[in-house]
């Protein structure tokens, strides 16, 4: 009989997606607490409240504890911390998991000390806490020392995404995977754009992600006179994804804060250079000619058309990005020490364990 495993996310997160299909393909019956629905095949789904603000999560303890008593399953595992963590924190069933996925660790504790206080009590009932970047460690034991954190990154699929040969690509083109939301700055990526397009007509953008800001930065772009070399997909599948980061040679991500960046990760796999924000978790994967000030558009613009100019550069960087991933990036690897971890904490039972372990 197959062990039972109660994510707590977003369903309509295509990380939490990904990890409830990795998890099933592994033999775990899985479930899925969460406040924003989507359908998941094989998963089984018990769907909280809607949450508009950050203070409705409050209000859903109950609920999440009902479900959770419901599902009776053998191992929690947030997404997470100071949202579904919180949840998962206040249910009390045990062995528990948490995920640090960047601003819950590396912003919220930091707005003011309530938010801190809290966020190190959430992390303190969890038996295991998991981040996919060192800095996104350190944090959690900032807030809370003695936690048990290993590093356990998104991975990608190999299968999916790989390069394409770099002299097949029609020309020049560049693509940001971030969402349109304020913190992933693609208001700088148009700023730096016009100032690469206006030396380099022929340069073009693909902007992927979706979000709240689409209107605001269609009008940027339409008032940069961008309108024609700009082209907003929105939110695509893998296979969208792949098929344009096929045609392109450079992938820019310029977040204020971030921790390991699946889409750095898919682009880097896919063997196109990669400029991103000067970020710790970033120089864990990228040297120091591919980092950028975070905000700097004049500094992105200046790389960008250092690449441009010098093909040969941008596709030794690229070898070396797919290479790289080739090595150390592979989803399959992480997702087989998470199975590995789940197991271990079923095996020892319930209890605090302390350091820090790098899997994969």
Not at 248 to 273: F, H, N, Q
Not at 276 to 281: F, N, Q, R, V
Request: hydrophobic content about 45%; glycine content about 8%.
């Amino acid at each position: 009989m197959s062990h039972h495993l109660c994510l707590l996310g977003d369903a309509n997160s295509v990380h939490v997606q990904r990890w409830a299909g990795e998890m099933l393909a592994r033999g775990w019956q899985i479930s899925l607490v969460t406040a924003r629905p989507q359908p998941i095949a094989g998963v089984r789904q018990i769907v909280l409240p809607p949450v508009t603000r950050s203070l409705d999560w409050l209000a859903r303890v109950s609920p999440a504890r009902r479900a959770i008593a419901a599902l009776n399953p053998d191992i929690v595992h947030a997404h997470y911390v100071t949202s579904y963590g919180y949840l998962a924190a206040r249910c009390g069933t045990r062995p528990l998991i948490m995920t640090a996925w960047g601003s819950d660790l590396l912003v919220t504790p930091r707005r003011n000390l309530a938010l801190r206080l809290l966020t190190g009590w959430t992390l303190s009932q969890a038996d295991l806490i998991t981040g996919d970047s060192p800095d996104l460690l350190a944090a959690a034991r900032n807030l809370r020392h003695g936690l048990r954190t290993e590093l356990i990154h998104w991975g990608v699929d190999l299968n999916r995404f790989k390069p394409e040969p770099w002299e097949a690509k029609p020309s020049f083109e560049a693509v940001s995977l971030r969402s349109w939301e304020p913190n992933y700055r693609i208001d700088v990526i148009l700023e730096a754009f016009a100032k690469v397009h206006a030396e380099r007509s022929e340069a073009r953008l693909h902007l992927l992600g979706g979000g709240s800001q689409e209107s605001a930065l269609r009008a940027q772009a339409n008032s940069l006179g961008l309108a024609d070399a700009v082209q907003f997909h929105g939110r695509l599948d893998d296979a969208g994804m792949a098929e344009v980061l096929g045609r392109c040679r450079l992938s820019i991500s310029v977040p204020e804060s971030d921790a390991t960046s699946v889409s750095v990760l898919e682009s880097m796999a896919c063997g196109l250079a990669v400029l991103a924000s000067d970020l710790p978790a970033n120089r864990d994967w990228l040297g120091a000619d591919a980092l950028v000030p975070a905000g700097n558009a004049d500094a992105l613009a200046q790389k960008w058309l250092s690449l441009m100019n010098d093909g040969s550069q941008a596709a030794y960087l690229g070898q070396s990005n797919g290479e790289r991933i080739a090595r150390n990036g592979d989803r399959r690897a992480q997702m087989d020490a998470m199975d590995r971890l789940y197991r271990q904490l079923l095996a020892s039972g319930p209890g605090r364990g302390r350091g820090t372990h790098h899997a994969g």
